[in-house]
């Protein structure tokens, strides 16, 4: 391979199944090895996805992280540590935790984290130490750690981060992040609404801010729908299915008021839902409260989701927020009926597709009329057709234009 191939860094959590992780894999795979000598520093080697990342990618852990993984949350692990009695090894910990907090931004507490791990340190990765043309933080807010770790400790000619969420609706520190964002010399957002958010929420970076969709490789989702899966819709039901992270801002616990009242309506509803996460326990004891056990099914993490997709009789995605929304856009490949709230990028997505409904969500304390809503839609798409659609490979040309605009420029 060519010497003057451009070396590319991109950091991330891990490459456990998740919408984030995907699009990084589609991202990688995206780019010409021929011309790009491309490295991933993860804080955890490990996740399903990594038998998606190409041989020639070179993959490196973070030590500094990596190596005491639970003083990434040091609010709840601090303390846990000085309860149990580890005083002394947890006191520096603790102070650089402290004075941190005081300050209104963890960079300091990572420093201190990664004190190893500085280029020439004896516990430092020699393929991190060399300049890399492209440092890309591609998770983003809400996380700082990695946000800190190419701003400060990677050298590079140019930096860029991504905006996957809808910055009203999640928990972030804007002290450290409006530091990352004086540092970079890009912003990606994966919407034009996240894009429009962010630049409302750093009017000092707007300028920075560009919006690049996440890829679909439509040609490849066609034939793992094809696969054969665990799915098994039943029969004389309506199959609802839902993919993602099982998590409070995924917006399942609406998913079953809503499938309550489905079955209250007299429509024989099945909701099928794809993926795990830390609120697996809250959902499936709710599910039982509301007396779904037998109308709801729990899969977990699936590798390949689009069997459910392709086999469904509705896709619905009631997520209480988004960025865009990958799994929207998986599911459109097959024609399925979609139901989605009206989340940032929705409407971007769905506007134009005409076996799609959007649907307004209430208030955080009106999640019932949130779930009516959605039953409503439900009802009304389970009389529409599914899309006869032999999708052509979609061109994301003007998405990978420009991000190789930034990866060559010097």
Not at 119 to 140: E, S, T
Not at 151 to 159: E, L, T
Not at 245 to 274: C, P, T, Y
Request: hydrophobic share 40%; glycine share 6%.
């Amino acid at each position: 391979m060519s010497s003057n191939r451009k070396r590319i860094l991109f950091v991330s959590t891990s490459l456990a199944i998740g919408g984030v992780e995907k699009a990084l894999v589609s991202l990688i795979n995206a780019l010409d090895p021929a011309s790009f000598e491309i490295h991933l520093a993860l804080i955890h080697n490990k996740g399903d996805f990594r038998a998606k990342i190409p041989a020639h990618v070179q993959i490196h852990e973070i030590h500094g992280y990596s190596s005491d993984p639970a003083l990434l949350a040091p609010s709840r692990e601090i303390p846990r540590r000085l309860l149990h009695g580890r005083l002394l090894s947890t006191l520096p910990a603790a102070w650089h935790y402290l004075c941190a907090k005081l300050s209104g931004s963890l960079n300091s507490y990572a420093a201190w984290l990664l004190r190893n791990d500085r280029p020439g340190q004896a516990g430092a990765n020699p393929a991190l130490d060399k300049p890399f043309d492209l440092a890309v933080d591609f998770p983003g807010p809400p996380g700082e750690w990695l946000s800190y770790f190419i701003s400060d400790h990677v050298k590079a000619n140019r930096r860029c981060s991504f905006i996957h969420f809808d910055l009203d609706n999640i928990k972030y520190n804007p002290k450290s992040s409006a530091a990352l964002y004086r540092k970079v010399d890009r912003v990606f957002c994966v919407s034009e609404q996240a894009c429009e958010v962010f630049r409302r929420h750093f009017p000092d970076a707007a300028s920075k801010a560009m919006v690049l969709h996440n890829l679909v490789d439509v040609k490849e989702i066609m034939e793992m729908g094809a696969e054969t899966s665990t799915y098994s819709p039943v029969g004389g039901a309506c199959n609802i299915v839902t993919v993602g992270r099982l998590r409070i801002e995924k917006g399942h616990d609406i998913a079953l008021l809503a499938l309550a009242q489905l079955r209250s309506m007299g429509l024989n509803a099945v909701w099928h839902f794809v993926g795990d996460g830390p609120h697996a326990y809250l959902f499936k004891t709710k599910a039982q409260q509301l007396g779904l056990k037998d109308f709801c099914r729990f899969y977990g993490s699936q590798a390949n989701p689009y069997p459910f997709m392709k086999q469904a009789d509705i896709y619905a995605q009631p997520s209480r927020h988004e960025g865009y929304c990958l799994t929207i856009g998986e599911a459109k490949i097959f024609g399925t009926p979609i139901v989605s709230f009206d989340f940032t990028g929705a409407r971007e997505q769905l506007s134009d597709v005409e076996n799609a409904l959007i649907v307004p969500r209430s208030r955080e304390e009106h999640d019932e009329l949130s779930a009516r809503n959605l039953a409503q839609a439900i009802i009304k798409a389970a009389q529409m057709p599914r899309l006869s659609v032999t999708p052509a490979p979609v061109s994301h040309s003007e998405e990978m234009s420009r991000f190789l605009e930034l990866a060559t420029q010097i």
